[in-house]
């Protein structure tokens, strides 16, 4: 495993980490089955671990945190998020002060740590003035129960604006952003996100990075029971069709020649970016893990570089 400095601070996450999202309290339901993904996780060197309260409402915090509290504490690196309904109360969603104090607490008691190391502002909140949403998330850094905080799919403008903020008023300022990036869905980070936040010294961790499980090239054959993107409606429509299918195909051989799969090529192509920190990998078995994290380190020259962009802009 290697390790980047999350943007311009000072903490190092490994450049593979682990989340929660639609795998731990979704499709993975045994105890046992997460206890042995986390620690397999943890024994490749991997120290990110990613959660947020929506995240099965709960559960993921709850069966991840059940494991993560069994390891060195100061070893790790566990984040969550606040933004999403979390019960039909009126006040429960959003980045109101209210709700950003009142949510950190639940997730700290689901996952079974006295602070976070980074707290995410999961959506932006067009509700809430900007200066509420800062000062909040300064308050949680100032009360220890947060070490960092950061953005998740917020705007490149919205980024700046809290930056900006803080910094004129000598609060504690973002210091990562969440975005959707992938091989399939890159426009909106490299045409609006990156340009900013590489300049500012904000970190990109990356979710969705294998769009899916479809850069894995499990969908070559058509669509296999179960799987997740095949499942989901909305992820389908924009992902499973038949350009995407074959860029994945015809990305192989290029895998191949490097003696790598296509999720670790698909993560070293995102990580050859230096404004990113990490990539957030899911996982329903241990070997899924054992394959995304030896994406670490891999470099791609230039040759291979243009030979991928050929293939995803045709």
Not at 22 to 39: E, K, P
């Amino acid at each position: 495993m290697e390790y980047r400095n999350l943007g311009r601070s000072g903490l190092k996450v490994s450049e593979v980490a682990l989340g929660g999202w639609v795998t731990f309290g979704h499709s993975v339901h045994d105890q046992q089955m997460v206890r042995d993904i986390v620690l397999k996780a943890y024994e490749e060197g991997v120290n990110f671990f990613d959660q947020a309260d929506v995240y099965a409402r709960g559960k993921s915090e709850e069966m991840m945190g059940s494991v993560l509290r069994e390891l060195p504490r100061h070893t790790l690196v566990i984040s969550s998020k606040v933004y999403w309904p979390m019960s039909d109360d009126v006040n429960d969603r959003g980045l109101s002060r209210k709700h950003i104090l009142e949510s950190i607490d639940g997730s700290l008691r689901r996952l079974g740590t006295d602070y976070l190391d980074i707290y995410f502002a999961h959506r932006y909140d067009e509700n809430v003035p900007m200066d509420e949403i800062v000062m909040a998330f300064d308050q949680v850094i100032r009360d220890g129960k947060a070490m960092y905080w950061g953005t998740s799919m917020w705007p490149a403008a919205r980024i700046a604006e809290a930056v900006e903020f803080a910094r004129a008023h000598g609060l504690h300022a973002p210091v990562t952003e969440q975005p959707e990036y992938s091989m399939l869905r890159r426009d909106r980070v490299e045409g609006e996100i990156l340009p900013y936040t590489e300049k500012a010294g904000v970190g990109l961790v990356v979710w969705s990075p294998l769009a899916m499980g479809l850069l894995t090239g499990k969908y070559d054959q058509g669509q296999p029971e179960g799987a997740r993107l095949s499942e989901n409606e909305n992820w389908g429509k924009n992902f499973l069709t038949e350009e995407n299918i074959q860029k994945v195909r015809d990305l192989k051989p290029i895998a191949d020649d490097l003696g790598i799969t296509r999720a670790q090529l698909a993560l070293a192509w995102i990580l050859r970016q230096k404004g990113v920190s990490s990539v957030i990998t899911g996982a329903t078995k241990v070997g899924q893990i054992e394959d995304t994290v030896k994406a670490a380190g891999v470099k791609l020259n230039d040759d291979l570089l243009r030979r991928i962009e050929e293939i995803l802009t045709r």
